[in-house]
């Protein structure tokens, strides 16, 4: 018996879809949305934003990722409906905001005050800083 040789891109799309589907079945039973009035601990270290778009919309999911790099918990989560989501541009620039807001509201500041670059959310006056991480499912 011989074996085939295998593309490099096949590993890697195997290996993304495999790592993505890791991800997103361990995620709801280990990682709940906080309850109403929960007060959860400031963003820090990294970050792990899940976008699924769908028919239906789009849903962003935002995790606190802990030192192994394993989510902690759900930091917040949002939905917004088919007639909102304009293109995928439209609904990654939407995400962004949604992570910047989540961070802002976990350190008491509003958003306006907050600086994105590239995928470090930062707050000049008080020094603090995460970076975020995050994917696209298309449902």
């Given amino acids: 018996m011989s074996l085939e040789p295998v593309s490099r891109r096949t590993v890697v799309t195997s290996g993304a879809v495999l790592s993505g589907l890791a991800l997103a079945a361990g995620w709801p039973r280990a990682h709940a949305a906080p309850a109403t009035g929960e007060v959860l601990p400031p963003a820090s270290g990294l970050l792990a934003?899940?976008?699924?778009?769908?028919?239906?919309?789009?849903?962003?999911?935002?995790?606190?990722?802990?030192?192994?790099?394993?989510?902690?918990?759900?930091?917040?989560n949002a939905a917004i409906s088919a007639d909102q989501v304009v293109s995928v541009a439209e609904v990654h620039a939407r995400a962004r905001s949604f992570v910047i807001a989540a961070v802002a509201r976990s350190w008491g500041v509003p958003p306006g005050v907050c600086c994105c670059s590239g995928s470090t959310i930062s707050h000049p006056e008080s020094g603090r800083s995460v970076c975020y991480i995050g994917w696209t499912d298309f449902v």
Avoid: K, M
């Avoid at 699924?52 to 918990?73: E, K, N």
């Fill in 49 to 76: 934003l899940w976008t699924q778009i769908a028919d239906g919309g789009a849903v962003f999911r935002l995790a606190q990722l802990d030192p192994t790099s394993h989510p902690a918990y759900e930091l917040a």
